[in-house]
């Protein structure tokens, strides 16, 4: 067995009876590619358009200015997704340097945890340009809110950070939450406080599994990567024009 594929049994087998474990067991692997194949199951206008932040509103560093130069990143978001880890901080649990510390381990990298976490810090690069613009745009047709799992350090210190608290009517962060991204039990949650019906809701997130998560809960999700692609995806959805803003 590849080291690779031993850290993968081991992120898998750290989440067994954790909220949302076998339903993550049970999601097909990410692509992480643009992806228009799933039906739409609502009918007239969307009632809310949910934007992820990192990937899609969130410009992201490289990963090997998170993880260091010369680190496997080829499955790096599923491991990621599947890390007890990254799971236990970004619902709001932990000190940061408990997780980097735990992190580091977990993935093997060859960066101290201080290290890793001054370059976590650091991650989130700021909105992509054109991301203001469109979730205004979107906004003058129906209502918005960012969904994202996210940590304290992510959402208070990021660039731009006094912007893009703001740019959404709604925010529903795992940090604050306790619920995480690809469980059910967020999309439920999220619904249910917007008051509107799962197939009134459209979410684009970069991630697949984050997508397959909201399918099964009903949403009308897309793959999508930074505002251009979001952009692209409501105008063939109907919910905007063909023109720039």
């Given at each position: 067995?590849?080291v690779?594929?031993?850290q993968?049994?081991?992120?898998?087998?750290?989440?067994?009876?954790?909220?949302?474990w076998?339903?993550?067991?049970?999601?097909p692997?990410?692509?992480?590619?643009?992806?228009?194949?799933?039906?739409?199951?609502?009918?007239g206008?969307?009632?809310?358009?949910?934007?992820?932040?990192?990937?899609?509103l969130?410009?992201?560093?490289?990963?090997?200015?998170?993880l260091?130069?010369?680190?496997?990143?080829a499955?790096?978001?599923?491991?990621?997704l599947?890390?007890?880890?990254?799971?236990?901080f970004?619902?709001?649990d932990?000190?940061?340097?408990v997780f980097?510390?735990?992190l580091?381990?977990?993935?093997?990298?060859a960066?101290?945890?201080?290290?890793f976490?001054?370059?976590?810090?650091?991650?989130?690069?700021?909105l992509?340009?054109?991301?203001?613009?469109?979730?205004?745009?979107?906004?003058?047709?129906?209502?918005t809110?960012?969904?994202s799992?996210?940590?304290?350090?992510?959402?208070?210190?990021q660039?731009?950070?006094a912007?893009?608290?703001?740019?959404?009517?709604?925010?529903?962060?795992?940090f604050?939450?306790?619920?995480?991204?690809?469980?059910?039990a967020?999309?439920?949650?999220?619904?249910?406080?917007?008051?509107?019906?799962?197939?009134?809701?459209?979410?684009?997130?970069?991630?697949?599994i984050?997508?397959?998560?909201?399918r099964?809960?009903g949403?009308?999700?897309?793959?999508?990567?930074?505002?251009g692609?979001?952009r692209?995806?409501?105008?063939r959805?109907?919910?905007?024009?063909?023109?720039?803003?």
């Amino acid at each position: 067995m590849s080291v690779a594929t031993s850290q993968c049994v081991k992120d898998l087998l750290g989440l067994v009876g954790k909220p949302g474990w076998v339903e993550f067991l049970a999601m097909p692997e990410s692509t992480n590619q643009p992806s228009d194949d799933a039906s739409s199951p609502g009918s007239g206008k969307p009632a809310v358009v949910i934007f992820d932040m990192g990937g899609v509103l969130v410009r992201l560093a490289s990963l090997p200015d998170l993880l260091g130069v010369g680190q496997e990143t080829a499955d790096f978001w599923s491991r990621w997704l599947a890390s007890p880890a990254v799971r236990t901080f970004e619902r709001g649990d932990g000190a940061p340097e408990v997780f980097a510390d735990q992190l580091v381990e977990e993935l093997d990298l060859a960066i101290t945890p201080d290290q890793f976490l001054a370059n976590f810090v650091r991650f989130c690069t700021g909105l992509y340009p054109g991301a203001a613009d469109l979730v205004n745009e979107v906004g003058s047709q129906v209502q918005t809110a960012v969904l994202s799992n996210t940590n304290a350090l992510h959402w208070n210190n990021q660039a731009d950070a006094a912007v893009i608290q703001t740019l959404c009517d709604r925010s529903y962060l795992s940090f604050q939450l306790g619920l995480l991204k690809p469980d059910a039990a967020i999309y439920r949650h999220v619904a249910a406080d917007l008051g509107v019906r799962a197939e009134d809701i459209v979410f684009l997130d970069d991630n697949q599994i984050n997508v397959d998560g909201a399918r099964r809960a009903g949403w009308q999700a897309h793959v999508v990567a930074g505002p251009g692609q979001a952009r692209d995806c409501l105008v063939r959805l109907g919910l905007l024009d063909g023109g720039t803003s």
